[in-house]
């Protein structure tokens, strides 16, 4: 072989190696913004005598991108030159106008102007996209006004990636290989190429962070699944950003940590390196345990037992991602068919009554082993962390319905929304429970009893607002009252005062009241103001209810649909109510050694 041919094969070879390496750039450049457009694209090298001297490649609306193979240029300039002519077919260049050549010079400056501010490859032009407009058929319509003056309009030229100010957009419509599938929807590619660079921008910024790193059996990051909750699930993005992985396997094993954990006061979670997960278990998990900090399980658990309600959690939780696949639930998780539905309360009320086999379950964390961390922390501080999750919350959940990203149930949405709003105070629920036995009485207007004469008619009777003695009979109700000594005497008269006001807004004249402690000494009916006043603690030690509660459902002149009100420190035997309807008013923290059957009214 002579060396002319040798160098012109070298040539030719170093020619073809940059455009495959521009192409190649095309496709990971830029977080992978031009990936599915690429993908659905032709680009090959072809010469048929089109390109003036300095073409690089034009496009035609099939979405073939032809490429001057005669061309020789840097890896960088064929990468700008293949994005600027998918970037025609993704921005949907590809409409008919009376003046192409204006249109297809609108398109360049705009695209030019959009690849430059992303300082993306090297333009293979001299000089810079002129700013000012920012829409193609504004500058479009200017270009048109502007025809006559060729020195203003010649600032917009020269930005074709065929040369010499030829069009790069061929609207004729060639042959492609869709092999019987529709023409690609290039503004749909556009848009998810987009959606994808985010993603891959936010992952990147974080992996240049100091977080720490863990991979499973798959290379996956535990950060990169968090990643995934930011940029594609609202509901936890929020909260999934303000927590911190923490894999560290001496924190992990100190803190006794098979799989994973959750401390909602530190925002951190815990994985431990051992722990095998593909990426969907991983997400489910990290969705798990965001949940218990975001839902504030912490601090709704209150008087219950710390497992117990960490269990009833786990399988709420559970339930909801399998719902809605949240990634995959990894084998061995709590999870039961027949929670389907029930809050987190209803759960734990249904497995204490089989404790002993619910307590070999094992969370995240192992058996025996609660995956929410509990800690003592301030209280200006759990104000501030109760407002952050409860604003994440449902901001996440207006963004997740506006945007209709899927299934979300219903019990879910009723924990997040019962967040947003204060809890109802004991007192006020303790009203509303009066109201359903007690009616507004209608007063009756009796001569029996004159009312006040006016001054300026004291000569004439008129008749005083009075109750009948008919509508008084049977309203009552009774009181059991434990006087152990072991209640504050502070909430033992905050419940009392509180009593005696709802009875006589009510129009209760007065109620049966039993004390009791190790026996039942009954008081008899006293009216409801003097409740507070002459109650005693008489007793010291455990109190036995039973009695006093046969005492009034056996007493003749106690009416049967009148309801009863036991107020207990919790210290007390299991009674039986006998179907009757009743309530039980007990301290905050308190717990009943049985599951009551009628309301619960906690004292604050």
Known sequence: MSKAKKKQQIQRDIASDNFISGNNYVASG??????????????????????????????????????????????????????????????????????????????????ERFLTELGFGKPWYYGTPPPGISDEERLYQWLCETNHNATVKSEYMGFSTAGSNAPDMIFTEGCHPYHGRNPPDWAKLFSRGLSYAVANAVKNASCASTQSRFFTRDGLRADAAREWFISRYPLLGAIAAN??????????????????????????????????????????????????????????????????????????????????????????????????????????????????????????????????????????????????????????????????????????????????????????????????????????????????????????????????????????????????????????????GAIASYSAARDVPAARVVFCDAEAYDAGYMKTEDIASTVKVKGRGGTVLQPGIDLLCNAGDFPEAAPILVITDGGCDKVALYGREHAFLIPRGAKLPFTPKGKLFRLS
């Open 30 to 111: 830029s977080n992978g913004l031009f990936h599915y457009l690429q993908e659905e694209a032709i680009i090959s090298r072809f010469d048929d005598g089109k390109y003036p001297y300095n073409g690089l490649a034009y496009v035609l609306k099939n979405g073939v991108i032809r490429c001057n193979p005669k061309v020789r240029a840097e890896p960088a300039e064929w990468a700008r030159a293949i994005a600027h002519c998918l970037l025609h077919l993704g921005m949907g260049h590809f409409m008919p106008h009376a003046r192409p050549m204006e249109w297809n010079m609108a398109c360049d400056c705009i695209i």
């Open 243 to 496: 927590f911190k992985i923490i894999d560290n396997p001496l924190i992990c094993q100190r803190l006794q940590i098979s799989t994973a954990a959750v401390s909602p006061s530190l925002s951190e979670i815990y994985i431990t390196k051992t722990t095998y997960l593909n990426q969907s278990e991983l997400r489910f998990v990290l969705a798990h345990e965001i949940l218990h900090a975001a839902l504030r399980h912490d601090a709704r658990q209150e008087w219950r037992d710390a497992y117990l309600w960490n269990v009833a959690c786990d399988f709420v939780i559970n339930g909801w991602l399998t719902e809605m696949g949240v990634g995959e639930r990894p084998d061995g998780l709590l999870y039961d068919e027949q929670f389907k539905g029930l809050s987190v309360e209803a759960v734990y009320d249904h497995i204490i009554t089989d404790m002993r086999t619910y307590r070999k379950l094992a969370t995240l964390r192992g058996v025996g082993l609660g995956d929410i961390l509990q800690g003592d922390y301030s209280k200006n501080a759990d104000i501030d962390l109760d407002s952050f999750y409860r604003r994440a919350l449902a901001q996440g959940l207006e963004y997740h319905q506006e945007q209709g990203r899927g299934y979300l149930p219903a019990g879910l949405i009723e924990d997040i929304r019962a967040l947003s709003y204060p809890p109802i105070p004991w007192d006020v629920e303790l009203a509303r429970w009066f109201d359903e036995f007690f009616t507004p009485l209608e007063k009756m207007r009796s001569y029996a009893r004159p009312s006040r004469r006016q001054s300026s008619t004291p000569d004439i009777p008129r008749p005083n607002p009075v109750f009948s003695k008919q509508a008084l009979d049977g309203r009552t109700f009774g009181v059991v009252l434990d006087t152990s000594g072991s209640m504050e005497r502070g909430l033992l008269a905050t419940a009392l």
